[in-house]
């Protein structure tokens, strides 16, 4: 009996404790979202005035803002889609062929996965102008596929992990040329690592702050426009948008990861 | 014959790891390579980089208000990754352990937060805090309190602030190295006589003790850089070595100072990794 209370003490201990971890970890999210829908029009846009849609309203009016959410989706989208094929190459080039120098590639990769980022985002900073690129988007966009690529590279990796290159020998005996293998049989086979891969690369792009603050010029992404006026008193639009962005990559993720995608297309 | 060889591997592995390694050296190698060159050049009138070799940059950054930098830097990056430790082992050894279906839940769940920039979050939190924020108008409207507590501006802080970004690091390395904990061994200890304590101290954290390196390499190094968790919750006393580069890369000007305090933060990298290395810790557990 006693074993049994204390047992039972032990859980609710456990639960509680999870509980408080969950409450601080969405605490913020949960206040940008609420407040999204505050009526209130004076700063510092606090005090609960009653629910509304205005600030989602006066959103679309801000057009600083949307433009800057644009960038961001603009680099995520680029800077994903580059990552991802150089990233893809790489990880099948290093597992099938050997070559001098493999191991010096592999070491550069970790450079941008450990080093604190603000050293990545003056290193690159320092580049661009010496060789006078001015920063703005395509800085951005080279700046955040660095980052990614080892990431997507490690994805695709680790599904290499059980990949069997004699099918590829079977195509290629079968007359498939080296690039058909390449699409129609290697593709194919590491295309869960190479989506893990370039959703990483994407929220790792929409997460960025520091590298992005160096390389942007005047290009600013959501984040950095926030950043710019949070001294002086952020307007619940910020919010709203905020939320909006929440919305819409939870929709993202969950579409991906759940493959409702490829049921919605067998079913086409 | 070596035609054929070219055609067979050369062009094919070219072609492949090419643009990898081009990409690397342009964007991640050269640069590099110029922040140390940059370290130990001047500076004209202009503030422009000049280009002769000198060693004043190293010798300020034995300036002794940089060296009280680093001294905070230091103790907010040990405590930041002590707590994140004391909070997240507890945390993740019980989802982990969790046998229910709401396992996989509950593992999105300290995901999620991710989706939001952390920027923004971190403005979220600044917006409960201040004085006017959601938590004194709660306190004060319980009648805990009279007058509001302004939590903003203060070292402790700024910890908060880079425990709340950095936890999810220390959550899933833990999480992995957890849930490959084989339940026979902690049977085993069981049976043979060992109380609840000594089996975690034997038993279990030895065997999870990867996940405490590498997330603890995970949370401490970057927590030397982020400067804008400083900037936005914290005040005097709290600024990280982040902060100092950013000023010489900003309004300061100062390049080639700024390039010798990265330079610190590339040498605290390294030695770190390579004590990670030599405790045995994977680099690829790294990239989460």
């Known amino acids: 009996m006693k074993k049994r209370t204390k047992r039972k003490l032990k859980k609710i201990l456990s639960i509680v404790f999870c509980g408080l971890v969950y409450v601080f970890l969405f605490a913020p999210i949960i206040y940008i979202v609420v407040n999204s829908f505050n009526a209130t029009t004076s700063k510092p846009y606090l005090s609960w005035k009653g629910f509304s849609f205005d600030w989602y309203v006066k959103l679309f009016d801000n057009d600083t803002l949307l433009q800057s959410f644009g960038n961001t989706m603009i680099i995520a989208i680029s800077s994903m889609i580059l990552a991802t094929v150089i990233g893809t190459l790489a990880a099948v080039g290093m597992y099938k062929f050997k070559f001098k120098g493999k191991a010096a590639i592999d070491g550069l990769l970790y450079i941008p996965v450990v080093i604190p980022e603000i050293v990545l985002g003056i290193a690159l900073l320092t580049l661009f102008s010496n060789i006078n690129i001015p920063r703005g988007m395509l800085t951005l966009i080279i700046a955040h596929t660095t980052f990614s690529v080892p990431f997507v590279i490690f994805n695709v990796r680790a599904r290499l992990g059980g990949y069997d290159m004699s099918i590829e020998e079977a195509s290629m005996d079968l007359g498939a040329g080296r690039i058909r293998t390449f699409f129609e049989i290697t593709l194919p086979v590491l295309a869960p690592g190479i989506g893990g891969g370039a959703l990483l690369a994407f929220t790792l792009s929409i997460d960025d702050v520091i590298i992005s603050y160096f390389v942007n010029g005047q290009t600013k992404t959501f984040p950095l426009k926030v950043y710019e006026s949070i001294r002086s008193g952020v307007a619940p639009d910020v919010n709203a948008l905020s939320t909006l962005i929440l919305i819409g990559t939870t929709i993202l993720v969950v579409l991906t990861q759940s493959g409702l995608i490829k049921k919605l297309l067998k079913k086409a | ?288």
């Open chain 2, 1 to 288: 014959m070596t035609k054929h060889k070219f055609k067979a591997k050369t062009l094919p592995a070219l072609s492949m790891v090419g643009p990898v390694t081009i990409w690397l050296l342009v964007f991640v190698a050269a640069p590099l390579i110029y922040v140390l060159v940059m370290s130990f050049c001047g500076i004209d009138q202009f503030y422009n980089v000049s280009y002769h070799f000198t060693l004043t940059n190293y010798k300020r950054l034995l300036n002794a208000d940089y060296v009280n930098i680093y001294g905070h830097s230091l103790i907010i990056a040990l405590a930041t990754t002590l707590i994140c430790i004391l909070i997240a082992y507890p945390f993740a050894y019980i989802i982990a352990r969790t046998k229910s279906k709401k396992k996989s839940l509950l593992y999105m769940l300290v995901i999620i937060p991710f989706w939001t920039n952390s920027l923004i979050r971190i403005y979220g939190w600044r917006s409960l805090l201040g004085t006017s924020g959601w938590i004194n108008t709660f306190l004060m409207n319980i009648h805990l309190i009279d007058e509001p507590i302004d939590f903003l501006y203060k070292q402790g802080t700024t910890i908060f602030g880079m425990v709340y970004c950095l936890f999810p690091f220390m959550v899933l390395p833990l999480y992995t190295a957890i849930e490959k904990l084989d339940n026979s061994l902690l049977e085993a200890s069981a049976d043979l006589g060992a109380k609840g304590p000594k089996t975690f101290f034997n038993v279990i954290l030895p065997l999870t003790s990867g996940g405490i390196f590498s997330g603890s390499i995970m949370v401490f190094i970057p927590c030397l850089g982020y400067f804008f968790v400083a900037d936005i919750l914290g005040g005097g006393n709290s600024d990280v070595i982040g902060n100092l580069v950013e000023r010489q890369f900003q309004s300061g000007n100062n390049w080639p100072l700024g390039a010798a305090l990265s330079i610190i933060l590339i040498l605290v990298t390294l030695i770190l990794v390579k004590i990670y290395q030599k405790l045995g810790g994977d680099m690829d557990s790294l990239g989460v």
